[in-house]
């Protein structure tokens, strides 16, 4: 005579059936198939629906409890697992964005709302330490710090020196009403108009500058030390192509 475990033999495509209509389905209608199909197995029947079909014991008999009640367990996914960090320390993030706030600046090029900070995680930890009196057995890990940055908005990076955008709505704006300036004052003979320029400080002392003397010459090969600098900027009269040149 075979033993009860051996009486009932699936087929492949039943049990690709079976697999299958399971994984459509969730929570306690997948439950509740799995416990009507081991239902239908016999005795043995969740060891055979465990072998053959992968299912889980437990699961199955959470189905059977449902079967005979009536009513589906409620799963508390929501109780479970680990806080989140605010919910034990509430001014936490608070905390953290006063000291983030004044060490960050925006997206120089405005393509992004997101603020760069020169603050790292573990920066902040300890300054949170330091200057808001936490416990370093309270405050959380430097992976769940950059986080709860990175979710408040900030890129815990170095400070991007981006270029800033070359033209801007306002930028077109303001050459609009230079040019109206401009032409208005083309066609007024008592408008005095000149051009002021300024060049790159320039360091005074005994710098060779690619220059050649007929006599011998000492001069600096390097300018580390401290010099006088000077500024040359220079005046254009429009009217009369005349320049005027300043140190």
Do not use: C
Request: charged share 30%; glycine share 6%.
């Amino acid at each position: 005579m075979k033993s009860p475990k051996s009486m009932i033999e699936l087929s492949k495509s039943l049990k690709s059936l079976y697999i299958k209509t399971a994984q459509k389905l969730k929570a306690s209608d997948r439950r509740q198939f799995m416990a009507e199909v081991v239902k239908g197995f016999g005795i043995g029947g969740q060891t055979l629906a465990e072998r053959e079909l992968g299912w889980n014991r437990r699961t199955i008999r959470k189905g059977m409890k449902e079967l005979e009640s009536g009513e589906p367990i409620i799963d508390a996914f929501a109780n479970s697992g680990r806080k989140r960090i605010e919910e034990k320390l509430p001014h936490l993030l608070e905390d953290m964005k006063s000291l983030v706030d004044p060490q960050s600046q925006t997206d120089p090029s405005f393509k992004s709302t997101r603020l760069y900070t020169r603050m790292t995680s573990s920066e902040v930890r300890r300054q949170l330490i330091e200057q808001k009196g936490y416990r370093d057995g309270e405050l959380p890990s430097n992976e769940t710090i950059r986080r709860r940055l990175n979710e408040l908005g900030y890129t815990l990076k170095r400070v991007i020196k981006a270029k800033p955008i070359r033209k801007i709505p306002e930028t077109e704006a303001i050459f609009q009403e230079l040019e109206k300036i401009n032409t208005k004052a083309d066609n007024e003979p008592n408008t005095l108009r000149i051009s002021i320029d300024a060049k790159v400080a320039v360091k005074v002392g005994e710098f060779d500058r690619g220059g050649k003397t007929r006599i011998p010459t000492i001069s600096l090969d390097h300018d580390f030390a401290e010099a006088i600098t000077v500024t040359p900027y220079g005046i254009f009269y429009l009217s009369t192509t005349n320049y005027s040149y300043f140190l």
